[in-house]
């Protein structure tokens, strides 16, 4: 089978450059364009050099449509808004799109569910196997402990981080809800300051810490009476983010409409 064709977009960030290295680091997988905003200073460089590669022939575009339609699949670590606008590209272009987007509210992920009908979507708040494996752990040890047990999820990134709590925490709050067959939007608490009363029974809480260069922490806590149980995840390197990525987009290839996630692409939903 030919090499996969794809696209990145936001491509002059710092994901997208991983993501062109990442690229030409694997095996079955080709990079088809490289966009950037309309007006963005690296329009018209090579993705290559951008990337800290040899020269690839390939030009960094601001005309996503076409590119689109040219490739089989497009990578998107972008911004919520942009997103839905890729999103809505791929769709009308019926090719794989891979979103590590974070900070979606449920607007931008009511407009992936319906870009969904056309293409398939593969959407997580970190594409990394080891967070997922926790999410399918957090999944089963909500669902075998009582209310009894309170939830927090305590989270650290680095201090240019500018949504809160991270995707990661959301998917981790996310797991944990399923676990207990509650609805998470019900049962979060995501900020606490002054008198804030005892915890609600059944709360979830989140907790979010931001400093120095810190790849991603994340550690849900069940805390029980007199015992507490603590599962974690620390990112050392964020080239897992990008092979988790490339990994969700050939297992894309081919695949029929719909929104998936890593625990389909890992096989992680028997966990």
């Known amino acids: 089978m030919a090499d996969m064709r794809l696209v990145v977009v936001g491509a002059a960030g710092r994901m997208g450059r991983m993501l062109i290295k990442a690229i030409h ?28 590669l040899p020269p690839c022939g390939v030009v960094v575009s601001d005309e996503a449509l076409p590119a689109f339609v040219e490739a089989e699949g497009v990578l998107d670590f972008t911004t919520p808004d942009s ?38 979507i593969v959407r997580s708040g970190n594409m990394s196997l080891g967070v997922n494996l926790l999410a399918a752990l957090v999944r089963k040890v909500a669902a075998t402990l009582d209310t009894n047990w309170d ?18 925490a959301v998917l981790l709050g ?6 207990r ?13 002054g008198q804030t009363g005892a915890r609600p029974p059944g709360a979830i809480g989140f907790a979010a810490l931001r400093g120095g260069t810190v790849v991603g ?9 007199g015992e507490r149980l603590e599962l974690a995840h620390v990112a050392e390197d964020r080239s897992l983010f990008t092979q988790g990525a490339l990994k969700a987009a050939l297992w894309g290839r081919g695949r029929k409409p719909g929104l998936y996630s890593m625990v389909d692409v890992l096989g992680l939903d028997s966990l």
Request: with cysteine; glycine share 8%.
């Open 25 to 52: 680091e694997t095996e079955g997988c080709v990079l088809s364009a490289a966009i950037e905003r309309p007006g963005a200073a690296t329009i018209g460089q090579d993705a290559g050099m951008l990337a800290g």
């Open 83 to 120: 997103t839905v606008a890729f999103a809505a590209l791929a769709a009308q272009a019926r090719i794989v799109h891979i979103v590590g987007t974070t900070g979606l509210e449920p607007q931008h992920l009511a407009k992936l569910e319906a870009a969904s009908r056309h293409a398939a």
């Open 151 to 168: 939830i927090e999820i305590v989270e650290m990134h680095h201090r240019m981080k500018v949504d809160a709590p991270s995707g990661t």
């Open 217 to 225: 922490d994340h550690k849900v806590i069940f805390a029980g009476n």
């Open 174 to 179: 996310e797991a944990a809800a399923t676990g």
């Open 181 to 193: 067959a509650v609805d998470l939007a019900e049962t979060r608490v995501a900020v606490r300051d």
